[in-house]
């Protein structure tokens, strides 16, 4: 079966650091990889994805995250955070199983920026 | 747009007590589900509808029934409530179902469920 491991399950960073958030999966077969942001009493959004092509993807307020086939690895990076990305942030893998879709989510890495 | 609505944000119920939780979508998604997010486990997917009428059970169905009778609404039931389904519970809603594979989920903002 497939899973998603976050290998943090809180970070803590100051402002203006950079961070990475790791995440591996397992998986033979080919997968659509995903991360999700849960900002404080909110919904999951969608950050970002991997679905083909480049390795490297970016989303709009400055995360990118590479796709490592090798290592089966998506790891989430940010060269520089600020105190509004604190949040939990969520890994998932895209898979069909017994005739429908769903994502496999990992457990969460709970992001806290100080000043 | 409002998006993806659920009602109500926070519930205490009893054991063995029933209740529904509502959500509802103004995208004309065709696909939505329902997850429940418990700590250190991520989401895990309860049950889905790929449109009116059509529904299926995820990977922690028991406990809990849906329908689907409009493209907006897709209620969760409770039938009898249980400390174990004390959670967080979200819909999300995408555009179609293979979207649902490849793109971008829409979640509403939760309702935080305790049976005690």
């Known amino acids: 079966a497939q899973s998603v491991t976050q290998l943090d399950s809180q970070v803590p960073v100051f402002e203006e650091a950079p961070v990475e958030l790791r995440c591996n999966y397992s998986?033979?077969?080919?997968?659509?990889l995903f991360w999700y942001v849960q900002y404080p009493n909110q919904g999951l959004q969608l950050l970002l994805k991997?679905?083909?092509?480049?390795?490297l993807v970016e989303s709009i307020n400055g995360f990118e995250a590479e796709f490592n086939k090798s290592q089966t690895s998506f790891h989430l990076r940010k060269p520089s955070v600020h105190i509004s990305d604190t949040a939990e942030y969520f890994c998932?893998?895209?898979?069909?199983?017994?005739?429908?879709?769903?994502?496999?989510f990992g457990a969460g890495t709970r992001l806290a920026v100080h000043p | 747009n409002a998006g993806v609505t659920q009602t109500p944000k926070f519930q205490v119920l009893k054991t063995g007590q029933s209740m529904t939780l509502q959500c509802a979508q103004d995208m004309n998604h065709e696909y939505m589900s329902w997850y429940r997010q418990d700590p250190g486990m991520g989401l895990r997917l309860i049950h889905y509808s790929v449109g009116a009428g059509i529904t299926d059970q995820g990977e922690v169905p028991n406990g809990y029934n849906v329908s689907r009778s409009t493209t907006e609404d897709f209620p969760l039931r409770l039938l009898s409530a249980a400390p174990s389904q004390t959670s967080v519970y979200f819909c999300a809603s995408s555009t179609t179902r293979d979207a649902a594979y490849t793109d971008t989920q829409y979640f509403g903002p939760g309702t935080r469920l305790t049976v005690l």
């Open positions: 991997y679905l083909s092509g480049s390795t």
């Open positions: 998986s033979s077969v080919s997968v659509y």
């Open positions: 998932a893998v895209s898979t069909r199983s017994g005739g429908y879709n769903k994502l496999i």
